[in-house]
Structure formats: structure tokens, C-alpha cells
């Protein structure tokens, strides 16, 4: 009897061990699937955030550009243009010759 007991303990420790060993194979492959994915995640985010950088510093341009047109506008240059193009106004005494076509 004490041969059959050692059996038993025997085969109770190999299906433990099998038991465990397969959990254990499952969990690396969980966390090597979930790591394929978190670097797929990491390189789109990464390339979006480089794209926002560049649309950032696209838009701090267009922002530069504003500003110093805003300071053309108050310019007495400008507003000279504007009267002359839009108003059709001159300055007293000043003769316009216009195309004949």
C-alpha cells in the first residue's frame, strides 16, 4: 500500500507541475500579445504627437503672421491703400490717369 500512496503522491505532483506550467505559458503569452499591442499603441502615438507638433508650429507661424498684419492695419500706409482701392478717395489736388481699355 505505501507503494500505491508514493504513486499517487507521485502523479498528483507531475499534474501540479503540468497545471502549473501551463498557466504560466498562458500568462506569457497574454503579456507578450499585450506588449506587441502597447508598442503598436506607443508608435501611433508617437507619430501623432510629432504631427501635432507640426501643425503646433504651423499655427504659431500663421499666429506671427497675423500679428504683424494687425500692425500693418493700423498704419497710416494702410489705411492711405484702403481709401485709395476701396473708396475711390484722393488726396485734395492729386490727379489719377486711368487706362483707356
Known sequence: MARKAAYRKKR????GMLLITTVVLMMLIVVAVKSVELREKRAMYTAREEALMREIETEEA?????????KYTQTKKYVEEVAKEKLGLVYEGEIIFKDGN
Open 12 to 15: 498528483r505532483n507531475k499534474t
Open 62 to 70: 500663421r499666429t506671427e503672421e497675423i500679428a504683424e498684419y494687425e
